[in-house]
């Protein structure tokens, strides 16, 4: 077993940096602090070169913007910008202004072409051009090619390096090929195949290529690629499909079936991750905002559905106030309001949540929705049954009368009922007329559960008391 003071060392073969909490430990960091106020170029690159581009990415993100900067700066050359794609927008666009233009271009043509895209597509139209123009020809025609495809399609996220022969070539030409070509990918998988025109017809993987005799022809051992990815298609159904079929790689083509690059899996599991964060962020109506934003930004973002759910509560005021005389005569009503209101929306959000993600992932569609509508209709009624008896009980006991215990458990029931309704139907509804239904369902479930509620609760008691 190895002493306390001895070094835990991370899969890259240098120091971990992360605590048992997950945060990057406050020695390490110390370290780094220190070196960068020291101006200790050589210190700081032993310090941070055993770090793997995600661990880098985690380390900018901790320090204070000034010092992100002047990491980057000592590090000169030997900084991994493929660690920008690991930050947040904010924090990238920060460190890539303070930089030269020329050291930038240099830095993305040692970079994956999925990389260079990542970081150049938040930067200025003007900004762009211009590092651009200082990346080779090649190389530049194959990024402005990515950057044209729309955001969060999978022509912005394919790797434009791929290795492709022509399906008359044998087996041993194309293992020439792969060892003496140094203008390969660094990691690929799979060998496309394509005729004269980049049309794909094939594909090879590699371990069956190295199980072939020399003299085996490529056409007679490809298989056909059922599973190309069209550049526009969005990178979310892009993503569906490497889940679906369990893919490594996939050939991306453009509307002509040409083969204009590859999408791998490291790349997918980043739209997934990046998919699901978005759901809950936008299931709390914050759109996608990120910790690094401004508190200009974060205002910004929060303010539109802050905006409407007020517009929602007047609403539901003004179903309370109809009742106002009601309430005066009897104030109980005035303290249970809130528990048939709240179970409401709980019940509201639990169905409207599993619909959402159910609609993200194409779960849910015209086939299963009824039953899936039967389904969360029953939960409401048992759920609303069992509460209504537990408050219908606390009620009578609570205000020694049973009427307004029988009163509140007949609420608590149209009010689960119409919260699971609610919940599957918004979120359907709003993805059938083109909107998101992440971002907007909240507001509009929440409005029907307390107006339901409270009307449910405050009119059967109006006429049950003859108030």
């Not at 055993?50 to 913007?65: N, Q, R, Y």
């Not at 020329?102 to 003007?126: F, H, N, P, W």
């Amino acid at each position: 077993m190895a002493g306390a003071d001895q070094p835990n060392y991370s899969e890259t073969g240098g120091p971990a940096i992360y605590a048992e909490d997950g945060s990057i430990r406050a020695d390490y960091l110390d370290q780094v602090t220190a070196a960068i106020a020291a101006g200790n170029a050589e210190t700081l690159g032993e310090v941070t070169a055993p770090l793997h581009e995600s661990e880098m990415g985690d380390l900018l993100a901790t320090l204070e913007p000034a010092e992100r900067q002047e990491l980057v700066a000592l590090l000169g050359e030997s900084f991994d910008y493929s660690a920008l794609t690991e930050v947040d927008e904010a924090i990238r666009l920060e460190i890539i202004t303070v930089l030269p233009n020329e050291q930038i271009a240099l830095a993305l043509q040692e970079l994956e072409s999925d990389d260079a895209v990542y970081i150049l597509e938040d930067m200025d139209e003007s900004e762009q051009a211009d590092i651009l123009a200082r990346i080779p020809f090649t190389e530049r025609i194959r990024l402005r090619r990515s950057l044209d495809y729309p955001e969060e399609s999978a022509g912005r996220r394919m790797q434009a390096d791929f290795v492709a022969v022509p399906p008359y070539w044998n087996v041993g030409q194309t293992i020439d090929y792969l060892r003496d070509n140094a203008d390969l990918p660094e990691r690929f998988s799979q060998i496309f195949v394509i005729d004269p025109t980049f049309r794909l017809v094939g594909a090879v993987d590699l371990d069956r290529i190295l199980r072939e005799q020399r003299d085996g022809r490529i056409e007679e051992i490809m298989r056909e690629t059922r599973h190309a990815v069209p550049a526009e298609m969005d990178q979310e159904e892009a993503a569906q499909i490497f889940e679906r079929y369990d893919l490594l790689s996939a050939a991306v083509v453009d509307e002509n079936e040409r083969l204009v690059g590859v999408l791998t899996i490291d790349d997918v599991v980043d739209v997934i991750n990046e998919e699901a964060q978005e759901d809950i962020l936008r299931l709390g109506g914050v759109g996608d905002e990120e910790l690094s934003d401004s508190v200009v930004e974060t205002t910004k973002s929060r303010f539109t559905w802050l905006l409407v759910n007020l517009g929602t509560a007047v609403l539901a005021s003004v179903v309370i106030g109809l009742f106002d005389a009601t309430i005066q005569q009897m104030v109980a009503l005035a303290v249970l309001m809130p528990i048939v209101a709240s179970m409401g929306g709980n019940a509201g959000t639990q169905t409207m949540t599993v619909t959402v993600r159910a609609l993200a992932t194409k779960d849910l569609d015209i086939y299963n929705a009824g039953r899936i509508i039967r389904r969360e209709l029953m939960v409401g009624v048992l759920n609303g049954a069992l509460f209504a008896l537990l408050i219908g009980v606390v009620a009578t006991v609570w205000f020694s009368t049973i009427g307004l215990g029988f009163v509140i458990a007949i609420a608590m029931i149209i009010n689960m009922v119409s919260a699971a309704l609610a919940g599957i139907f918004v979120p359907l509804i709003l993805d059938r007329l083109g909107v998101d239904p992440a971002i907007a369902s909240s507001v509009f479930v929440t409005t029907v559960t307390d107006v339901v509620g409270f009307f449910a609760f405050l009119g059967l008691a109006a006429l049950w008391f003859g108030i």
